[in-house]
């Protein structure tokens, strides 16, 4: 995925990280990172999507698993990197404040309000 080949149309490529326990191998979390933005993305998706296991959450993983992500996107030259996420999700954009997100901009898509934030690195 990250080489772009094969990718379904309207795909970009991507690479994807995993946090795993290593005292038990349990998942705790996955983190995705869009080398690139479609015009789809630009709009709703952004460059990273991270998910935290429901029990992991509230333990700071989400803001640790962003900020090595961003490293990440450093080494692929990302210098401005767009996160998106639900208005009614406090805690997705606490982290992405915690990590120096600035709240641009507001919008719907199905009757869903969500919001962009940029990242400069």
């Not at 509230?58 to 990440?72: D, H, V």
């Amino acid at each position: 995925m990250h080489e772009g080949n094969g990718l379904p149309d309207n795909w970009v490529p991507a690479s994807v990280f995993w946090l795993v326990d290593e005292s038990d191998y349990k998942i705790i979390g996955v983190i995705i990172i869009r080398h690139h933005l479609s015009e789809y993305l630009k709009f709703r998706g952004g460059h990273i999507a991270y998910y935290v296991r429901p029990s992991e959450r509230k333990k700071g993983n989400a803001t640790k698993m962003l900020s090595i992500a961003l490293e990440y996107c450093r080494q692929l030259s990302i210098d401005r990197v767009l996160i998106t996420c639900s208005k009614d999700n406090f805690y997705s954009a606490k982290t992405i404040q915690n990590n120096s997100g600035i709240f641009h901009s507001e919008d719907i898509e199905n009757g869903q309000v969500f919001q962009r934030y940029w990242i400069d690195l």
